[in-house]
């Protein structure tokens, strides 16, 4: 006999049709450790279980999308000087769990600007921006990755370059603090 209440409770759990039977798999986060959290999506058994940094944003972790994807969120909440979120969009393709899209926003407190990136790993279409000040429409030959990835917390290397703009030399010139 397996006793349930001696198992571990999911931070949060949300269900979301990612094969399109028509049958709910259930995505699940639980803690790992300080700094890592574990994702599970269970159908018929396990589809899936992949690691990713803890979520310390006010983002919640798993939210089921209206085309029913999986979005996947982490991040942190007034770390030093930034409020910082990624999430990532998760699809069922050809039997396993893809990564197809990822977000990267930052809140930088000392200059009170926001950072994106924007990445369709489908289109290969990236848009990063300087939220009022500048916007970049790029482009990337990454397209969807598996989803054990995502510990590695490797954004797309066009979201990398778009961003490498924005230094506090740039901010500190397009965001002064008397705007």
Do not use: K
Not at 21 to 38: C, I, K, N, Q, S
Not at 46 to 75: C, H, K, Q, Y
Not at 123 to 152: H, M, Y
């Amino acid at each position: 006999m397996i006793d349930r209440d001696a198992l571990p409770r999911p931070r949060a759990s949300v269900e979301v049709d990612l094969d399109g039977d028509g049958r709910p798999e259930t995505a699940a986060v639980y803690a790992l450790d300080d700094a890592h959290d574990v994702v599970t999506v269970r159908g018929d058994g396990l589809l899936a279980a992949f690691a990713t940094p803890i979520n310390l944003s006010d983002s919640p972790s798993l939210e089921r999308m209206g085309n029913g994807n999986l979005r996947v969120s982490w991040g942190c909440f007034a770390c030093g000087r930034t409020h910082a979120t990624v999430s990532v969009v998760i699809d069922l393709r050809d039997g396993a769990l893809r990564v197809i899209g990822w977000d990267w926003s930052l809140l930088d407190r000392i200059h009170a600007a926001a950072l994106t990136c924007s990445a369709n790993l489908l289109t290969g279409a990236v848009i990063v921006e300087a939220v009022g000040v500048d916007r970049q429409d790029l482009s990337t030959g990454e397209r969807d990755r598996p989803v054990a990835t995502l510990a590695e917390q490797r954004a797309p290397d066009a979201c990398t370059e778009g961003l490498a703009r924005y230094d506090d030399a740039y901010l500190a010139r397009h965001f002064p603090p008397d705007r």
